[in-house]
């Protein structure tokens, strides 16, 4: 399952007063994330996902991504365990003039659809 969540966040809207979205997805595991920043944004939108208080992406809680006409994009392993499965993503927009969206692909596997495979950075399967 690949789910896309299209996030326009306004001008003019601080990091003290950011934007909050929730990603409402289901059980299983996270295995793909994508952060698309389409041409025009230049580096003035920003983005950091949370499960509940815990920042999720990027790991270190004192950064968000933004970048201009680029798509982050990394393999992951997040399970998602407790309902109501739902991730907070957080925007600000330092543009004075122009809002920006910027789009959030999270791809999640069933836990039952990765039984055994091999971890590539792990000696280990999954059982």
């Known amino acids: 399952m690949i789910y896309s969540f299209s996030i326009t966040t306004p001008a003019n809207t ?3 007063n950011r934007q909050k979205t929730e990603l409402k997805l289901t ?3 996270i ?13 003035l939108a920003f983005i950091s996902v949370n499960d509940g208080l815990h920042q999720v992406w990027p790991t270190n809680p004192s950064q968000k991504f933004h970048t201009d006409g ?9 399970k998602l365990i407790r309902e109501p499965f739902i991730l907070d993503a957080f925007t600000y927009n330092l543009d004075d003039t122009y809002d920006h969206e910027i789009i959030v692909r999270v791809g999640i596997l069933k836990e039952s659809e990765i039984q055994g495979v091999w971890l590539p950075w792990s000696e280990e399967t999954i059982e």
């Open 27 to 29: 059980t299983g595991v």
């Open 31 to 43: 295995h793909q994330i994508d952060f698309v920043f389409p041409p025009g944004c230049a580096g």
């Open 70 to 78: 680029e798509t982050i994009s990394f393999e992951e392993f997040y």
């Open 14 to 16: 601080p990091a003290a």
